[in-house]
Structure formats: structure tokens, C-alpha cells
């Protein structure tokens, strides 16, 4: 071979390592370099009355945080639209890729502030919706876990399937919890429902359902209720004497709240999350992961946190900080996960049956006429 052509095909050579190394060095980066993975913010109530809630939430996505890598920063919204607002605001001026919310009013101000500016962050929510039809929409760049309301259900009515053959249900009457019941129902198979009922959100006085779940025989009660009335419904189940099971994944109440309850109902309670998600081996590990860490059982409320970071960077790690990318992994999102499927559905709309309709505007709660 000549001098010439030796010299060509050493550029060759060269050319090659070269590009070859830039590819390994894209994708190296995209796995193990913090600056090639989506930054993510959280607006949680961390102060106020949901504050347990809101450090529930957070102590799972920082747990995901540490495991998967992912640079998490988190603000407090007071469990308040504008505050929530105002630190999704600072947030995206410390320049983050992704906005998670948990908190309904938080997701709606946040969403219609940001949800049709695809060039802003991305916001994944979760806001206590069913999987209704849509009303409206918050744009492209907002997203809300749409079914885990059907799912959660489902999964605590197959828990009760040994011990409940004649059940009760009782729900507040919202899309959500309409959707649990329908789901424990469908989970318990062929346990029948000898009863069931709806009431009021503003409801603290449950004796004269109480007295037809009694006369109904049940040998078992699913009820979705809000955390400030829980410990009225259980204080007054104890004046009927009634020692059945009582099934609850209500996320506004966690066993804080259920503790301040009769020991004798406090013992009846039973939790979907520390109850039922620790059966997987995926379960599992994030089970003794959160009890090492925190040194305490994780609930619903840390388990979704969890889930929220893990689809972020499991989306991160496909796509970089390509938002268009991790968009389109959100558009589509339908999993299994620690906590049952998971899915997105396709306008993330959120509707409010009990209280009418509402938009947001600059962070406060409009009437839409």
C-alpha cells in the first residue's frame, strides 16, 4: 500500500474512534451524568393542613430521588393555589425540566398556568381524579395520573376477598370516590354487596348509614371518606358496637389521622398501601427501602410520590432532557407499578361535581358560567 493511501486510511481510523466516541460519550452521558438527566421540582403542602400529606409525598420522591439519580428540588405551596403558584415560579427559574404536583388545587393553578406552554416545564400531577370523560383541557404539557382511583380500589377489594363475603360501601359523592367503590367491588369477585350508599362531603354525622350497614348484616365496610370526618365515622360505628373490618385507601387519611380514634375502631382499620403493596418483589424492595430509610411504613401518599420521580427518570434516561421525548413517554404513560397501572389519559382534564366547575386565574379559584 502507498504512503498516500496508508495517510487516508489513517484518517479513516481516526475519523471512526472518533465518532464512535461521541456516540459512547452521548449515551454515557444520558445514564451517569447529573447534568444529562431531567431536573425536577415538586410543589408539595409542606405547611398548613396537609402538611403530613405533603411530607408523606416527599419522603418517597426523595427516596426515588437517591435510587434513580435524579436532581429533586422541593418547594412548599401550603396546600394554597397561589402559593403553589408562586413556587412552581421559582422553579422554573432555577431552570427545572419537570413540576411535580400533588395537591388538586396546586395542579389546577400550576396546569393552567403552564400546561399550554410547551416551552416551559413539564407538569405531572397527581390531583385525586377519576378517569372520567374530560370536560376541558390544560394543554400539552400537562399531565395527571387519570385511573389509580379504579385501580386502588380494585386492589384493596381483592386484599378483603378472605374475609369479607357480605360487604357495605360508602363513598362521598365525587368521581373519585364512585371510582373506588366500583373498583373494590370488582376486586372482591364474587363477594356481594349487601349494601351501599353515597353522602355529602360535608357529612359528620354517619349514624343512620351506620345503623343500615348494620341491618344489612355486613361483615365488612369500604368507606371513602375525608380525614376531618374519619374520626367522627369511627367514633360513631363504636356506639353501634360494630366489630367488623373497615377498608379504606381514602389519601386524605392515613393512620395519624385514624389514631386519634377509639383504640378498639383503631385496631379495625385497614390501609391499602401497608396492607397490600408489599406483596411484589418490586413491593417489596421499596418497602424495606422506605423502612430503612425513614424508619416507618410508607403509605399511599409515598408510595405515588415514589412512582411519580421513578416514571421521570426511567423517561430521563431514555430521552436526556429532550422534553419533547419525555412528553411523548407521558402522553402514552400506561404501566404496571408499585401501586397498580398507571396511566395518562389523553386531555387531563379535571372535574369538580361537588362544588360546580372552576377555573384558575393567576394562581386564585374563577366560577366558569
Keep these: 500500500m502507498s504512503t498516500g493511501w496508508k495517510w487516508v486510511w489513517g484518517v479513516v481510523v481516526v475519523v471512526v474512534i472518533v465518532l464512535a466516541w461521541s456516540v459512547y460519550s452521548k449515551e454515557n452521558r444520558r445514564t451517569s451524568s447529573p447534568e444529562s438527566s431531567m431536573h425536577v421540582g415538586a410543589v408539595l403542602p409542606l405547611t398548613g393542613g396537609l402538611a403530613f400529606v405533603g411530607e408523606d409525598y416527599k419522603q418517597g420522591m426523595e427516596l426515588a430521588a437517591h435510587e434513580f439519580g435524579i436532581n429533586l428540588v422541593v418547594q412548599d405551596g401550603g396546600a394554597d393555589p397561589t402559593e403553589s403558584l408562586n413556587a412552581a415560579r421559582q422553579l422554573e427559574e432555577a431552570g427545572v425540566d419537570v413540576i411535580l404536583s400533588a395537591f388538586r388545587g396546586a395542579s389546577l393553578s400550576i396546569g393552567s398556568s403552564y400546561g399550554k406552554n410547551v416551552e416551559g416545564p413539564l407538569i405531572f400531577a397527581t390531583t385525586a381524579t377519576s378517569n372520567k370523560q374530560p370536560i376541558g383541557d390544560l394543554g400539552k404539557n400537562f399531565f395527571a395520573l387519570g385511573a389509580e382511583m379504579i385501580s386502588a380500589g380494585e386492589v384493596i377489594g381483592s386484599y378483603a376477598q378472605d374475609t369479607c363475603k357480605s360487604a357495605a360501601t360508602l363513598t362521598e359523592t365525587t368521581d373519585a370516590g364512585l371510582d373506588k367503590v366500583a373498583g373494590f367491588s370488582q376486586g372482591l369477585g364474587e363477594t356481594k354487596v349487601v349494601y351501599g350508599d353515597t353522602f355529602s362531603p360535608d357529612t359528620t354525622d354517619f349514624r343512620t348509614l351506620i345503623l343500615k350497614v348494620k341491618e344489612a348484616k355486613a361483615d365488612c365496610l369500604f368507606i371513602e371518606v375525608r380525614s376531618n370526618a374519619m374520626v367522627n365515622f369511627l367514633k360513631q360505628i363504636g356506639e353501634f358496637e360494630m366489630d367488623i ?19 378498639a375502631q383503631v385496631e379495625q382499620v385497614i390501609f391499602s398501601s401497608t396492607k397490600l403493596y408489599n406483596q411484589t418483589t418490586e413491593q417489596k424492595k421499596f418497602f424495606g427501602a422506605y423502612r430503612q430509610e425513614y424508619g416507618e ?40 407499578s408499585i401501586v397498580g397501572p398507571l396511566v395518562t389519559d389523553q386531555y387531563q382534564e379535571i372535574k369538580l361535581t361537588e362544588y360546580g366547575l372552576f377555573g384558575v386565574k393567576d394562581g386564585a379559584f374563577v366560577t366558569v358560567q
Design 297 to 336: 411504613e410508607p403509605n399511599d401518599f409515598a408510595a405515588v410520590g415514589y412512582e411519580m420521580v421513578r416514571i421521570i427518570a426511567e423517561a430521563s434516561k431514555e430521552c436526556g432532557r429532550d422534553r419533547e421525548c419525555v412528553r411523548e413517554i407521558l402522553r402514552n404513560l400506561d404501566q404496571e
Design 245 to 263: 373490618p373497615i377498608y379504606t385507601n381514602s389519601y386524605s387519611v392515613n393512620a395519624d389521622v385514624v389514631q386519634q380514634s377509639p383504640s
